[in-house]
C-alpha cells in the first residue's frame, strides 16, 4: 500500500449507532503485512459505573498503527496481535529496493510506539487464522512459539472486531507468478528484490556467458504501471545510470528495463498531463514502456505477454517485479462466506465501517471497502422525513429544512451537483419538475425520484492506499474517544430509517494528493484543486513530505540521513 497523500488530517467524525461498547473491543487494523490479533481481561469498574473497555488490534499497519497512537489510552485496555512486531514506511519500499534508503530506517518497533503512548497496552507476535463470528472467536496462531500442543494456537475472544488486515498481492491466477516473480509489499520483499538485482549483475560478469545470456540476466521486468511499478521502474534506472554502471562498466550498456502495463497508459489514476510526462521520460530515459499488453504467463526463463495486434510474445528475463494490484487474505475469503459475501472482491462494509451482514465486526483500510448507502434505496424515506406536514408533496423549503443532513448521508448528491455545475437543490430539482423558482412549487414523489435519480452516479470506491487507511485509523480512534458522550448527545444526521440521529457522522474521505517519483530527481505531485507540478522542486517536495510522515523522530533522522549519503557517497552495492 502506497503512501500518496500530500499530507492527511483527521477524517470526519462517525461511527455505528450500536449500544455503549461493553466488555471487549477486537479491532483488526489494515496492515499492508497481514493480519493482527489482540486480546484483553475485564479490568475494574470506571467510576460512575462505566467499564473500562477491552481493545484487541489485529495488525500493524497504517490503519492499525494510527489507530494506536491516536487512541485515548487512559480508556481503554489495548493488546496488539501481528505475525511482525513493527510497522513500515511502505511508500518507501522502493527506494529500499536499490539502497536509497535502508531497511531498517522505515521500520519502527510497534513497542516502541505502544510504550510512547503509556496506559494498558500488550502486544503479541501472533497472526489470525479465521473468524468464528457466531461464537465472536478468533483463531490465533504464533508465528515464534509453541503452546502445549506444539501448534502456537490460541483462541481470542470479543464482543465487537474491526478487521483491517490489510491485502496481498493479487496474481490474477497467472501461471507461474508466484514461483518466479518477486512482489513488493513488504520489507521483506524489497530486500530480496535488492539482492536479486546484484545476483543478477554478478551473473552476467561470470566469464563464461556469452552477450545473448548477459542480455537475459540484465533483463528486469516490472508488471504494473501503477504508482508502484513506475516508482520501482524509475529507481531501478536511477541505480544502474548512477551507480552500477560505475561498477560493471563492460556489462552495463545490456542493461535492459521493461514496464508492463495491460492499460492503454501508466499512472492511469493521475491527470493526463503527468501520464504523459511519464511515459515521455521514460521513453527517454531507455526504459521500454510496453502498455496494451497482458502478461499471460510467467515461466523461470521467459514472460508470455499478449496483445491483439502481434499476439502471444515470449521475452527472456533475469528479474521480475509483479505489482499489478491486491488480493484478498485467505482466512478474509473464508470470512466473507461465512457472512454471505462470497461474491465480492473485499469485505463490504457500510458508512460507519461496520462489515455488513455480521454484528459487532468492523472492518478499515485495504481488506474493506465502503458501501456507500444509494438515495435511490432509501428515496420513499427521505420524502417521508422531509414531508412533514404529510401533505404528500415536498417544497423546496421542506427539502433545504433536511438538506445538510442529506449531504451528510449522502454525499453523492453534493458530488452531483458539483459535477453539473448547480448552484442549489432549486437546480436539482428541476430536473425532475420544470419551475422550481417558488419555494411553494409542490413536488410530488414521482417528481423527487426523477430529479434524484442519476445522483447514485457519483459513487466511487475508496483507493487501496495509506493516505485512506490513515484516515480510517484516526477516524475510529476518535470514534472510541468520545465513544460515551456522543451515546449522550448523537452528532450524526437524522436517521432515514428509525428515530433520531446517528451518533457520528459517516466516515468521510478526504483526499490530499498523490506523488510519482519519477527517477532523474524529478517527481510528479497532483495535489487537490487540479494542481499538478513536475520537475525538480517537486521531487523537494517529495523529499519534505515523506520525512515529516515519517512516524518517529529516530525513522525521520535516518531516513534524512540515508538520502544525504545516497547523495554523498552513492548507494550500496553489497548484496545484502
Known amino acids: ?19 455503549t ?15 493482527l490479533v489482540a486480546y484483553a481481561d475485564s479490568q475494574p469498574d470506571q467510576p460512575q459505573g462505566f467499564k473500562k473497555k477491552k481493545v484487541v488490534v489485529l495488525g500493524t499497519g497504517w490503519a492499525g498503527t494510527t489507530f494506536l497512537r491516536n487512541l485515548d489510552s487512559k480508556l481503554y485496555d489495548v493488546q496488539v496481535i501481528s505475525p511482525r512486531n513493527y510497522f513500515a514506511f511502505t511508500p518507501l519500499l522502493p527506494s529500499v529496493t536499490c539502497g536509497t534508503v535502508e531497511p531498517r530506517s522505515v521500520v519502527e518497533p510497534i513497542r516502541r510506539i505502544l510504550e510512547k503512548k503509556g496506559g494498558d497496552f500488550k502486544f503479541w507476535e501472533a497472526e489470525c487464522f479465521k473468524i468464528d463470528p457466531a461464537n465472536k472467536k478468533i483463531h490465533c496462531r504464533s508465528n515464534v512459539g509453541t503452546n502445549l500442543d506444539g501448534n502456537g494456537e490460541f483462541l481470542v475472544d470479543y ?13 490474477f491466477n497467472t501461471p507461474g507468478v508466484t514461483e518466479n516473480c518477486h512482489f513488493l509489499k513488504e520489507v521483506e520483499d524489497a530486500q530480496k528484490i535488492r539482492r536479486s538485482v546484484m545476483d543478477c549483475f554478478e551473473k552476467a560478469s561470470l566469464p563464461y556467458l556469452n552477450e545473448e545470456e548477459r542480455k537475459k540476466n540484465l533483463h528486469f521486468v516490472v508488471v504494473g504501471g501503477g504508482p508502484t511499478g513506475v516508482e520501482f521502474a524509475a529507481e531501478l534506472h536511477d541505480f544502474v545510470t548512477e551507480d552500477l554502471s560505475k561498477l560493471y562498466p563492460s556489462i552495463q550498456h545490456l542493461v535492459k528495463i521493461s514496464l508492463i502495463e495491460a492499460a492503454d497508459h501508466i499512472l492511469t489514476m493521475f491527470d493526463k498531463r503527468i501520464t504523459n510526462f511519464a511515459e515521455d521520460k521514460f521513453g527517454r530515459d531507455g526504459i521500454d514502456v510496453k502498455t496494451g499488453y497482458k502478461v499471460v504467463k510467467v515461466s523461470k526463463d521467459a514472460i508470455t505477454m499478449q496483445n491483439p495486434a502481434t499476439g502471444d510474445i515470449a521475452v527472456p528475463y533475469g528479474m521480475a517485479v509483479w505489482s499489478t494490484g491486491i ?4 482466512f478474509v475469503v473464508d470470512f466473507m462466506k461465512q457472512i454471505g459475501q462470497a461474491n465480492r472482491r473485499v469485505l463490504a462494509t457500510d458508512e460507519w465501517l461496520r462489515v455488513r451482514e455480521c454484528d459487532d465486526v468492523y472492518a478499515v483500510g485495504d481488506c474493506a471497502t465502503i458501501n456507500q448507502r444509494r438515495v435511490m434505496e432509501d428515496i420513499s424515506e427521505i ?5 412533514k ?6 417544497t423546496v423549503k421542506e427539502i433545504q429544512d433536511i438538506l445538510e443532513d442529506i449531504y451528510v448521508r449522502y454525499p453523492q448528491v453534493k458530488l452531483y451537483m458539483k459535477s453539473k455545475q448547480m448552484n442549489g437543490i432549486a437546480d436539482l430539482i428541476r430536473t425532475g419538475k420544470g419551475d422550481t423558482e417558488k419555494e411553494s412549487v409542490d413536488l410530488s414523489i414521482e417528481e423527487f425520484k426523477k430529479a434524484l435519480s442519476l445522483v447514485d452516479s457519483q459513487v466511487k470506491n475508496l483507493p487501496a492506499t495509506a493516505q485512506v487507511a490513515a484516515q480510517q485509523g484516526q477516524y475510529l480512534a476518535t470514534c472510541f474517544n468520545k465513544m460515551q458522550a456522543a451515546e449522550e448527545n448523537p452528532e450524526g444526521p437524522i436517521r432515514i430509517r428509525g428515530e433520531g440521529r446517528h451518533r ?22 497532483q495535489l487537490p484543486g487540479d494542481w499538478v507540478s513536475i520537475g525538480h522542486s517537486s521531487q523537494w517536495l517529495w523529499y519534505s513530505v515523506y520525512a515529516t510522515k515519517q512516524i518517529s523522530w529516530r525513522t525521520r533522522a535516518l531516513v534524512i540521513s540515508d538520502w544525504g549519503r545516497r547523495f554523498i557517497f552513492g548507494r550500496d552495492s553489497s548484496g545484502i
Do not use: C, I
Open 327 to 330: 488480493g484478498t487474505r485467505p
Open 389 to 394: 406536514d404529510k401533505s404528500g408533496t415536498l
Open 504 to 525: 457520528f457522522n459517516p466516515f468521510r474521505y478526504r483526499h490530499l494528493g498523490q506523488f510519482a517519483p519519477l527517477g532523474g530527481e524529478q517527481t510528479a505531485a
Open 21 to 35: 461498547f461493553t466488555g471487549l473491543v477486537v479491532v483488526l487494523a489494515a496492515s499492508s503485512g497481514g493480519g
Open 159 to 171: 464482543d465487537y472486531l474491526v478487521v483491517a488486515v490489510g491485502a496481498r498481492s493479487n496474481t
Open 383 to 387: 420524502f417521508r422525513v422531509a414531508d
Open 1 to 19: 500500500m502506497r503512501w500518496t497523500a500530500f499530507a492527511w488530517e483527521s477524517a470526519s467524525r462517525a461511527f455505528n449507532n450500536r449500544p
